[in-house]
T-cell receptor
Framework: GENVEQHPSTLSVQEGDSAVIKCTYS??????FPWYKQELGKRPQLIID?????GEKKDQRIAVTLNKTAKHFSLHITETQPEDSAVYFC???????????FGTGTRLKVLA | DAGVTQSPTHLIKTRGQHVTLRCSPI?????VSWYQQVLGQGPQFIFQ???????GRGNFPDRFSARQFPNYSSELNVNALLLGDSALYLC???????????FGPGTRLLVL
């Protein structure tokens, strides 16, 4: 069935360093890949997304890359700040369906 | 512009009871999806509704049902509650089925 694997499950970085979170999807028909940030007790917030016709997308300190051949996509956060600490979820959506399949989440801790 | 709203914010029920959760989408959004998020995991897709019709269903038992009203708000109903139904129930709205989903704050359900 459809599946999204996400690694690592926890990630600690020093403030100012970069953080990378990786996801692998199983359904080759997936065509849309959003990333959500969820702070404790709060709703998931969309931070960036990418469609399958694009290889990379940047928004200030955040970037997402997509390798369709390998069915991998990654979130890159540069110059991390303490407020980046949260759980990050990747997701995929398959063309023709309307449900998101989420990864298991990565707890990012940015140490001051 | 108001975001997605959900009610109630918290709920405590006992096994065997029934629960109704409510969601109001962002103004202009016609699609509502429901997700179950168990502690420490990513959201799991339950239903998607668009233009008042069910457009997608996840792997949940028939105890779970939903509907969408003419004003595009939605209800999720769960019958015969089990302890394992304890979770954060998230509603997400999008303009159409194909557009980005934006999440509400969730309803935290505890089944005792």
């Amino acid at each position: 069935g459809e599946n999204v694997e996400q690694h690592p499950s926890t990630l600690s970085v020093q403030e100012g360093d970069s953080a990378v979170i990786k996801c692998t999807y199983s359904d080759s028909a997936s065509n849309y890949f959003p990333w959500y940030k969820q702070e404790l007790g709060k709703r998931p917030q969309l931070i960036i997304d990418i469609r399958s016709n694009v290889g990379e997308k940047k928004d200030q300190r955040i970037a997402v890359t997509l390798n369709k051949t390998a069915k991998h996509f990654s979130l890159h956060i540069t110059e991390t700040q303490p407020e980046d600490s949260a759980v990050y979820f990747c997701a995929s959506r398959t063309s023709g369906t309307y449900k998101y399949i989420f990864g298991t989440g990565t707890r990012l801790k940015v140490l001051a | 512009d108001a975001g997605v709203t959900q009610s109630p914010t918290h709920l405590i029920k006992t096994r065997g009871q029934h629960v109704t959760l409510r969601c109001s989408p962002i103004s202009g959004h016609k699609s509502v999806s429901w997700y179950q998020q168990v502690l420490g995991q990513g959201p799991q897709f339950i239903f998607q509704y668009y233009e008042k019709e069910e457009r997608g269903r996840g792997n949940f038992p028939d105890r779970f049902s939903a509907r969408q009203f003419p004003n595009y708000s939605s209800e999720l109903n769960v019958n015969a509650l089990l302890l394992g139904d304890s979770a954060l129930y998230l509603c997400a709205s999008s303009m159409t089925r194909h557009e980005t989903q934006y999440f509400g704050p969730g309803t935290r359900l505890l089944v005792l």
